[in-house]
């Protein structure tokens, strides 16, 4: 006899909050979070970099291949993240 599985309710997801110091200002908020794009992006593009290179120096055909392709979704996620900055900025 086959048994039955048990539909789960969909849950809601909390909301996103944030803890900040009371002498916090948005501001301050606003230029923490940038700044944490900006490395989070120039991580990326340096790996981006290095991956490129590694391509170029590599004899191994198909490990040249991986190598260039790390690099170009690398290069991807530096561009999603440029965009996502200005979005979140523009206002």
């Not at 900006?38 to 391509?55: G, K």
Request: proline share 5%; charged share 30%; net charge positive.
């Amino acid at each position: 006899m086959p048994r039955l599985l048990a539909r789960r309710r969909p849950v809601d997801s909390p909301p996103l909050a944030f803890i900040v110091p009371d002498e916090m200002t948005g501001r301050e908020l606003a230029n923490g979070v940038g700044l944490a794009f900006a490395r989070s992006r120039d991580a990326l593009a340096e790996e981006a970099r290095q991956a490129r290179y590694r391509a170029c120096q590599e004899k191994n055909r198909r490990h040249r291949a991986y190598l260039a392709g790390r690099a170009d979704a690398l290069s991807e996620a530096v561009a999603r993240t440029d965009a996502a900055m200005a979005d979140l900025f523009a206002g």
